[in-house]
């Protein structure tokens, strides 16, 4: 938000509206605020607004898979931007509770989000999410176990495999996976 540093009441009123809409119980006032968070958002409105997008994105089990995913997608848009005043470490936990869920969309949005992680951060603190990949990677690609809509050309959520095959740590090279070996 372009706001020149003089304007510190007109900031803290755009930061209270931002988040109102967040706490909105309706999805689209949310997801609104989440989109704009993402994309142009500056360094003080995030880390402003921080505590309440991790509520969104990790911690608050009421809201719809479609708030989450979006939540999820612009956490990680703020995390690259701006990583140093996040511990994505704590995230784990929380990640791991995601891991378990069955609609595909979420899954894919938090692998993108464990991927941009590891990638930018290290994995340190994301250790006990492999079983769990492995896991997803078994029900697609083993057991068939994907809804029509996630189906291209007859392989199942091929977007969420990759993801989680490029995010999984390399059983042939130790040293430059990305995620620990859980052996």
């Not at 069955?102 to 464990?114: C, H, M, V």
């Not at 007859?154 to 130790?174: A, G, H, M, V």
Request: charged residues 20%; aromatic residues 8%; contains cysteine.
């Amino acid at each position: 938000i372009l706001t020149p540093e003089s304007y510190k009441e007109l900031f803290v009123q755009i930061s209270h509206s931002i988040r109102n809409d967040l706490k909105s119980t309706n999805d689209i006032y949310t997801s609104l605020a989440l989109a704009m968070i993402g994309s142009c958002a500056n360094r003080d409105l995030c880390e402003n607004l921080k505590p309440d997008l991790i509520r969104l994105a990790l911690e608050d089990t009421q809201r719809s898979i479609f708030v989450k995913k979006k939540a999820l997608l612009c956490l990680l848009r703020v995390y690259r931007k701006f990583k140093d005043f996040f511990e994505p470490q704590a995230w784990g936990v929380a990640l791991s509770t995601i891991f378990e869920h069955r609609q595909l969309g979420l899954l894919l949005a938090a692998t993108s989000l464990l991927q941009g992680v590891v990638s930018l951060g290290g994995s340190v603190g994301f250790e006990d999410l492999v079983p769990k990949m492995i896991k997803i990677l078994e029900r697609l690609v083993l057991q068939n176990d994907c809804p029509q809509e996630y189906l291209y050309y007859r392989t199942p959520n091929p977007w969420l495999q990759i993801c989680l095959l490029y995010t999984s740590p390399s059983p042939r090279d130790r040293q430059k996976s990305r995620m620990p070996s859980s052996a």
